[in-house]
C-alpha cells in the first residue's frame, strides 16, 4: 500500500467516527430543547386550564342566575374555582417573566395603584344610593383580575340577551327571540 490509500483510509475512519459521535455532543443541546419543549407544554397546558376555570366560572354563574344552583352552594364554589384560577395565573407569571428584576416593586406598584382607584370608587358611591344599591347587587370587579373582567363582560352579555323563560315548556328565550327555540311557542 502507498501512503496516499493509507491518508485515504485514515481520513475516511476520521470522518466515521465524527458522524458516529455526533450524537454525544449534541446532547446537551437535546437536552436544552426537551425543556424547551417542556416548558412549552406546560404554558400551553396552564392556558388550557385557564380557559377551563373561566368557562367553569361562567356556566356557573349563568346557572346560578337561572336558578340552577342554590344559593348555599353557589359561594364556596365559587371561590374554589376563582382560588384555582388564581394559582393558575400566578404560575403563567411565573413562566412568562422567570427571573425578572423589579417585578416584584412594578406588582407592588400596581397593587397600590388598584388599592388607590378602589378607595376613590369607594369614596364616591359614599355619597351616591343608587350606586350604593348597584354595588351591593354586583360584586366589585378588580379590574387588575383577568378572570373577574372576563366574568363580568360575560354577564352584562348575558343579561342583555335574556329575555325570559318560555310560558310554554319553561325554556329559556333571548329578547329578540318571536318564537321559542326549544318548543316553537309563540312569545309576546
Same mark, same amino acid.
Given at each position: 500500500?502507498?501512503? $496516499?490509500?493509507?491518508?485515504?483510509?485514515?481520513?475516511?475512519?476520521?470522518?466515521?467516527?465524527?458522524?458516529?459521535?455526533?450524537?454525544?455532543?449534541? +446532547?446537551?443541546?437535546?437536552? &436544552?430543547?426537551? =425543556?424547551? =419543549?417542556?416548558?412549552?407544554?406546560? %404554558?400551553?397546558?396552564?392556558?388550557?386550564? @385557564?380557559?377551563?376555570?373561566?368557562?367553569?366560572?361562567?356556566?356557573?354563574?349563568?346557572?346560578?342566575?337561572?336558578?340552577?344552583?342554590?344559593?348555599?352552594? %353557589?359561594?364556596? #364554589?365559587? &371561590?374554589?374555582?376563582? #382560588?384555582? $384560577?388564581?394559582?393558575?395565573?400566578?404560575?403563567?407569571?411565573?413562566?412568562? &417573566?422567570?427571573?425578572?428584576?423589579?417585578?416584584?416593586?412594578?406588582?407592588?406598584? @400596581?397593587?397600590?395603584?388598584?388599592?388607590?382607584? /378602589?378607595? &376613590?370608587?369607594?369614596?364616591? =358611591?359614599?355619597?351616591?344610593?343608587?350606586?350604593?344599591?348597584?354595588?351591593?347587587?354586583?360584586?366589585?370587579?378588580?379590574?387588575?383580575?383577568?378572570?373577574?373582567?372576563?366574568?363580568?363582560?360575560?354577564? +352584562?352579555?348575558?343579561?342583555?340577551?335574556?329575555? $325570559?323563560?318560555?310560558?310554554?315548556?319553561?325554556?329559556?328565550? @333571548?329578547?329578540?327571540? /318571536?318564537?321559542?327555540?326549544?318548543? $316553537?311557542?309563540?312569545?309576546?
Amino acid at each position: 500500500m502507498d501512503i $496516499g490509500s493509507i491518508f485515504l483510509i485514515l481520513a475516511l475512519l476520521i470522518l466515521v467516527a465524527l458522524f458516529v459521535s455526533r450524537p454525544f455532543f449534541e +446532547r446537551s443541546t437535546l437536552k &436544552a430543547d426537551a =425543556m424547551t =419543549m417542556q416548558e412549552e407544554h406546560d %404554558y400551553s397546558s396552564l392556558l388550557a386550564e @385557564r380557559d377551563r376555570i373561566l368557562n367553569a366560572l361562567q356556566e356557573l354563574d349563568f346557572d346560578h342566575v337561572l336558578g340552577k344552583i342554590p344559593d348555599e352552594d %353557589y359561594p364556596p #364554589q365559587r &371561590a374554589l374555582l376563582l #382560588q384555582k $384560577g388564581t394559582e393558575i395565573l400566578k404560575r403563567l407569571d411565573e413562566i412568562q &417573566a422567570p427571573g425578572a428584576s423589579g417585578n416584584g416593586d412594578e406588582l407592588d406598584t @400596581r397593587i397600590e395603584e388598584a388599592i388607590a382607584r /378602589r378607595r &376613590a370608587d369607594a369614596a364616591r =358611591m359614599d355619597g351616591n344610593s343608587a350606586a350604593q344599591a348597584v354595588a351591593v347587587a354586583a360584586p366589585p370587579v378588580n379590574p387588575d383580575d383577568d378572570i373577574e373582567v372576563m366574568l363580568a363582560n360575560r354577564r +352584562r352579555q348575558q343579561k342583555e340577551k335574556l329575555g $325570559g323563560f318560555c310560558p310554554q315548556c319553561g325554556g329559556p328565550v @333571548r329578547k329578540s327571540d /318571536r318564537f321559542c327555540p326549544k318548543c $316553537g311557542a309563540g312569545l309576546d
